[in-house]
């Protein structure tokens, strides 16, 4: 089955320090790989995406994530964090087949930023 | 702003009952799919609607139906409602329905059940 892990639920860090959310899949075929960004109240942004090629990604707002195929993951990284970074964090997955359509998502990131 | 709408923004109900959510993807989108975000279940994945027919199904409840309008609007229909459908349900759409294909989602509806 299709499954993602986002290791740890809440982040915390200070304002102009390194950012890095952790995403880890199951599969033996590697997937397709998003992340999103949650702000309150408003629907989910897509950050970047891993679909085939270079395996260091780069999206909006400075984030950047690699793909690592032998460790199975899709850690998301920002160099320096800024206070409007602070939101939710989705790491996702998706596959063709069966599951044309399916995006399998972590259990989402909470990302505090603090002065 | 993604270009989905979805109406309406909130929606307060009681048990039982059975209400629409309405979705518009973005223009040249053929593709949209629902979804229902939950403290306790997560982000999961209900339905997908290709250019009308229905192309993927993932833990949508038989009380739960959804259609694609040859608009290429989309409704999803909850019926005979629970204390635990509340919940926030997003639309998304892409313009195929491929796995590479970015999905964008609309701002959600937010019904709760009383």
């Known amino acids: 089955a299709q499954s993602v892990t986002q290791l740890g639920s809440h982040v915390s860090v200070s304002e102009g320090a390194l950012v890095l959310l952790r995403c880890n899949y199951s599969?033996?075929?590697?997937?397709?790989l998003f992340w999103y960004v949650q702000y309150p109240n408003q629907g989910l942004q897509l950050l970047l995406k891993y679909t085939t090629g270079a395996t260091l990604v780069k999206g909006i707002n400075g984030f950047e994530a690699e793909f690592k195929k032998s460790e199975t993951s899709f850690h998301l990284t920002k160099p320096s964090a800024h206070m409007s970074d602070a939101a939710e964090y989705f790491c996702a997955v998706r596959y063709g087949g069966t599951s044309y359509g399916k995006l399998t998502f972590g259990q989402g990131t909470i990302l505090t930023v603090h002065p | 702003d993604s270009g989905v709408t979805q109406t309406p923004k909130h929606l307060i109900t009681a048990t039982g009952q059975r209400v629409t959510l309405r979705c518009s993807p973005r223009s040249g989108d053929l593709s949209v799919y629902w979804y229902q975000q939950s403290l306790d279940q997560g982000l999961q994945f209900l339905i997908q609607?290709?250019?009308?027919?229905?192309?993927a199904k993932g833990n949508i409840l038989e009380r739960f139906s959804a259609q694609q309008f040859p608009d290429l609007h989309s409704e999803l229909n909850l019926s005979s409602l629970e204390l635990g459908d509340s919940a926030l349900y997003f639309c998304?759409?892409?313009?195929?329905?491929?796995?590479?294909?970015?999905?964008?989602f609309g701002p959600g509806t937010r019904l709760t059940v009383t």
């Open positions: 998304a759409s892409s313009v195929q329905g491929g796995s590479t294909k970015e999905q964008y």
């Open positions: 599969s033996s075929v590697p997937p397709y």
């Open positions: 609607y290709y250019n009308g027919e229905e192309r």
